[in-house]
């Protein structure tokens, strides 16, 4: 799936055009936000049945972006069919196409993948070949923003993992940017890791770009002597980075990690830029509204309980105010850098798993995996960790180095007894293990952090 030359110069001319926005003014940022987003609004409104009905009483003219009602995966799917713009895009059809991964383009016009996340539901996502263009256009970007660290684009020596499902996001942005202009080693989350470390010592990556949880696995083995290589840039996606790993990742190749952070829902949304204050989210790409439990904005430098996001470049399948279950801390304010779009300053975790519990009365009681991941978060030197609910009780898989894992053990323990205790939830047993490195999503490559044995 080459992209053709035409397909090109396409992106070029975007580039430009996401140039010149990131030398807005914050109220020229707003303004020009609110333009696209009443621009999306009106189209979704009249060439899609189902915003059609739920904006019913909406004026594109003349509204506010906290009036509209939220949606989530469930809706989004639910409704599929009436809620795309393009009415020959049917959700029955796009499953049958997913499910012999590797073909073309879906009717010679549209990117199709799908997204699972670690909730287990999966959700489809579409966009056509111009929305596709600003999704490249945006991976272009971060090449350019991490250029004051000393690489040349054109030439320089690019490992990356991506996801080895065809109908993967970063498997398809991977495949475009193979145009031959940069030197590239493609590797396979889930490939075998001796045969990753041998490739990576043999390619000498200038950039390294990888899973969180990947990078910091290559940052041991760098630390340990048995890969040798001396990346100048290190950027991690697509799961939660910790405290620890980022130290890992440091002291095994002297450089701050960058870190993307985006989603199948609004692929490009964001990068941190060379001062490293934070993520910016590239507002003019999409909107992140940080809130609580009741949808409500959060005032900047709290955690949310979720974020509400809005793709502003994808008119095929409108996705406004869709609720995600991030949490994320945000500032405004300048960066030195002169870029004005807001910035994410921790990312907390991702898409809550909920777990059923029964107090010492019998009710029933949910704790979430984000209740569990502040107990995490507060024991330094984690690097990685899975947790598996089942009927024996709460089993903690954990990677940390070895001098720090008794105090981890007993922190923990104490930790997780104090919290049920706190909740009358009686525990059969916590158990806490330390393992050399945690076990994949067989389909996504991708950490499996929570999961519930229980089969409830
Ligand atoms: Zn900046």
Known sequence: MRMAVDGFLGILAYGRELRKNERLTRSGVEAMQRGKLSALVRYAKSHSEFYGKLYRDVDPGNFRLADLPV????VLMEHFDTLVTDKSLKRKDLESFLAHPGRPLYGNRYYVMSSGGSSGKTGIFVYDRKEWRTVIAGTYRWTRMIRGSGIKVPRTRVASVTSPKP?????????CLDIGVTNKLNLYAGDDCESMIYRLNAFQPEVLIGYSSMVDYWASAQIGGRLRIRPRVVATNSELRTPAMEANIETAWGVKPFCQYSMTELLSLSSDCAERRGIHVFEDLGIVEAVDGENRPVPDGTKSSRILVTNLY?????IIRYRIDDMLTMEGGNCPCGMEFRRITAIHGREAVRFRFRDRKGRETVVTSLDLLMLLESEPGIRE?????????????????????EGIRTGLTRAF?????????PVAEISVSFVDRIERNPKSGKRMPFIDGTGS
């Open 71 to 74: 949606i989530d995966k469930d």
């Open 314 to 318: 994808n008119f095929t399948q409108p």
């Open 167 to 175: 109908e993967h996001p970063s498997h398809l942005i991977g495949k």
């Open 417 to 425: 007894t104090a919290h049920f205790d706190g909740l009358d939830i």
């Open 385 to 405: 960790y899975q947790v598996l609910v089942d009927g024996g009780g709460i089993h903690l898989a954990i990677v940390a180095d070895g001098q720090a894992q």
